[in-house]
């Protein structure tokens, strides 16, 4: 990647910083953060995409589908079994 000549020395260095894979900007909002390979969203971005996913109906019935199996039931029920019984050790 080749460093775009600018005037500007702040742009310089984030477009070096770029190059250097330090950091990177994400897709929707513009802001850098710090390189991850395959990221493209900052984890605020992030975080209101998969608020906005859990929240789509298909997505709920899907959910609700697979929390109603018997076995996802069992484990559900032991976890919180567990947790209670530790609440009550404490």
Known sequence: ME???EDDEEVKQLM???S?????LCDSCDTFFDYIPQ???CDKCKKAYMREYA???E?????????QRPEVK???????????KLREEE
């Open 3 to 5: 460093i775009i000549e």
């Open 16 to 18: 070096l910083r770029i």
């Open 20 to 24: 250097k894979k330090e950091i990177t």
């Open 39 to 41: 990221k493209i969203y």
């Open 55 to 57: 929240q789509r109906p």
């Open 59 to 67: 997505n709920k019935a899907k959910r609700r589908k697979y929390q």
């Open 74 to 84: 069992a484990k559900m029920r032991e976890y919180y079994q567990r947790n209670k």
